[in-house]
T-cell receptor
């Protein structure tokens, strides 16, 4: 496995503002991506996914953007709420294989 | 509500003990995975299984083994626990195919080896 560094990036936003969490993925052949949310003391939970034939997908208050040219994925959360405070992971997959590769995660802190 | 259930939320074991971490899923998923999660290192794959009695090494299998005797159950075994195996352990399962993709994770087992 890859060593992804010792520091977890942190993003602090005011309640009600929009949040943008970024992820640089590693393999240009990856064709499926997922964002996970992990709250303290819990396992990661699926938020939203996107396939490589799309560049944008929207869910409820969340939008994922995919830029294959620069191998970049972002998660946008609209009107961030205290319940959005968590660690967010991106995961990439190649050719519908069973294994995903996870990014290091970003900690989102929502300020009152 | 579909679930991946890990038998223990917290465990404290002594160095040298043999430790069993159990994971059960009720979704009839073919694939099951064991990860460990450490601060700043993200999720690292220990072992995975695509079918009953089948296992494959992940990125960090040393010091671990697994057992999958039934489709719904995937056990992680620490043969002789060491302090560097203190970590959060996450089990996950997934369905093979184009739809309904991605992992369903358990809540994790926080293991402390003293």
């Amino acid at each position: 496995g890859e060593s992804v560094g010792l520091h977890l990036p942190t993003l602090s936003v005011q309640e009600g503002d929009n949040s943008i969490i970024n992820c640089a993925y590693s393999n240009s052949a990856s064709d499926y991506f997922i964002w996970y949310k992990q709250e303290s003391g819990k396992g990661p939970q699926f938020i939203i996914d996107i396939r490589s034939n799309m560049d944008k997908r929207q869910g409820q208050r969340v939008t994922v953007l995919l830029n294959k040219t620069v191998k970049h994925l972002s998660l946008q959360i609209a009107a961030t709420q205290p319940g959005d405070s968590a660690v967010y992971f991106c995961a990439e997959n190649i050719n519908y294989g069973q294994n995903f590769v996870f990014g290091p995660g970003t900690r989102l802190s929502v300020l009152p | 509500d579909v679930k991946v259930t890990q038998s223990s939320r917290y465990l404290v074991k002594r160095t040298g003990e043999k430790v069993f971490l159990e994971c059960v899923q009720d979704m009839d998923h073919e694939n099951m995975f064991w990860y460990r999660q450490d601060p700043g290192l993200g999720l690292r794959l220990i072992y995975f299984s695509y079918d009953v009695k089948m296992k494959e090494k992940g990125d960090i299998p040393e010091g671990y083994s697994v057992s999958r005797e039934k489709k719904e159950r995937f056990s992680l075994i620490l043969e002789s626990a060491s302090t560097n195996q203190t970590s959060m352990y996450l089990c996950a399962s997934s369905l093979t195919g184009v739809t309904n993709y991605g992992y369903t994770f358990g809540s994790g087992t926080r293991l402390t080896v003293v």
